[in-house]
């Protein structure tokens, strides 16, 4: 896999946070090295019409190509997929914009505040956020550009089987935006044939999102022996043996009432004392955990989820691994994340042929 990125500058993610020993610099991003261990990285000026002839060199030996620039950016440059194609009619094409290849707004830019909102994701997860978070608010980093990466990698590989049985290639069209909104499908429906709003189950929830003196447990109570495991959790107290919570729908309607003496009890408890204990009474509740907490798990460890990467800049870091484990494929690091044109000579000179004084004169010229 080859990460392309501009001269001198480089991708953008180099300069997001966090940074090693919280000192800005190109190389020390944990963002930037997490999203790209296993890639060799070139820089390349396609802005240029030699860059754009390498580029094209590269894409005719590619089975997949993918970007994220504005649609007409990449029309105007001759580098939009029927182009392309033309070279390499084979070639799998995977575009990520905020909202797609056509309709009115093709062009917009957008961040991932914008998409979270023009998706409506931002409403439901504000619908269950505590009362003083600070609004606009969004998911935790850039969790909504990770869900359309996610999209686009299964439909970048439903493209390449395809092209197993016919030979061909094609464009992958990818909008931010409707892939956070797929991700919520089943409340972006309810809102259709609810005028009152998608979220207002929510105030009949029992538990939900409780505070514990360490954090945050979510309770999801599934039906009458949940209940039943709640009740115990908290110790049978007398409130709960009120005979307006004997039929299950009574808890639903008297929830709100409910939810203030679960959450009397609850902001003095461990949140995985609660979590332990709720799983043995066959109660659906579970912790919140932080970045902390992942780093420590016990679980994680055992599975090798973190695995230490050596780095020219960063030295020894430990990184995420993937979420699966091929019984016949050991998973490994090929690569850490490269430094800014760290295998141009590789690509450049070895795969395409050019000459070291080639590479000088175009280094020189800001082409690579």
Excluded at 153 to 162: G, K, R, S, V
Excluded at 233 to 257: C, F, M, R, V
């Amino acid at each position: 896999m080859i990460k392309i990125e501009p001269p001198q500058v480089g991708d953008e993610a180099r300069r997001r946070e966090p940074f090693l020993n919280d000192v800005p610099h190109p190389e020390r991003s944990a963002f930037f090295f997490y999203l790209n261990t296993s890639k060799l990285g070139i820089t390349l000026n396609v802005s240029t019409a030699t860059g754009r002839k390498i580029f094209q060199e590269l894409v005719r030996e590619s089975d997949i190509v993918v970007e994220d620039n504005p649609p007409q950016a990449m029309k105007e440059l001759g580098l939009d997929y029927e182009s392309l194609a033309g070279k390499n009619p084979r070639l799998i094409m995977t575009s990520i914009t905020p909202f797609g290849q056509y309709g009115p707004y093709r062009d917009y830019k957008a961040y991932h505040l914008n998409t979270y909102h023009g998706s409506g994701v931002a409403k439901i997860l504000a619908s269950i956020l505590p009362e003083d978070t600070p609004m606009p608010t969004k998911g935790p980093g850039f969790l909504g550009d990770y869900d359309c990466g996610l999209n686009a990698a299964i439909a970048t590989m439903a493209a390449l089987y395809n092209r197993l049985f016919t030979g061909r290639g094609q464009h992958v069209d990818i909008s931010k935006q409707e892939s956070l909104i797929a991700t919520e499908r089943i409340e972006i429906d309810m809102f259709g044939n609810n005028e009152r709003g998608s979220t207002v189950w929510l105030q009949y929830m029992v538990g939900g999102l409780q505070r514990c003196k360490d954090g945050y447990v979510m309770i999801t109570l599934g039906g009458k022996h949940h209940w039943e495991g709640l009740i115990k959790l908290l110790g049978n107290p007398d409130w709960a043996q009120d005979e307006k919570y004997e039929e299950e729908i009574n808890t639903y309607i008297h929830a709100q009432e409910i939810n203030k003496h679960i959450a009397e009890w609850m902001i003095n408890q461990s949140k995985e004392e609660v979590y332990h204990r709720a799983q043995a009474l066959n109660c659906p509740i579970g912790m919140v955990n932080t970045v902390e907490d992942l780093v420590a798990s016990e679980q994680l460890q055992v599975r090798g989820f973190f695995a230490e990467v050596e780095h020219p800049e960063m030295g020894k870091f430990k990184c995420p691994t993937a979420s699966y484990r091929f019984s016949k494929t050991p998973l490994r690091f090929e690569l850490s994340a490269p430094l800014l044109g760290e295998h141009n000579e590789e690509v450049f000179g070895k795969r395409l042929g050019y000459t070291p004084e080639e590479l000088t004169h175009m280094r020189g010229a800001g082409i690579i």
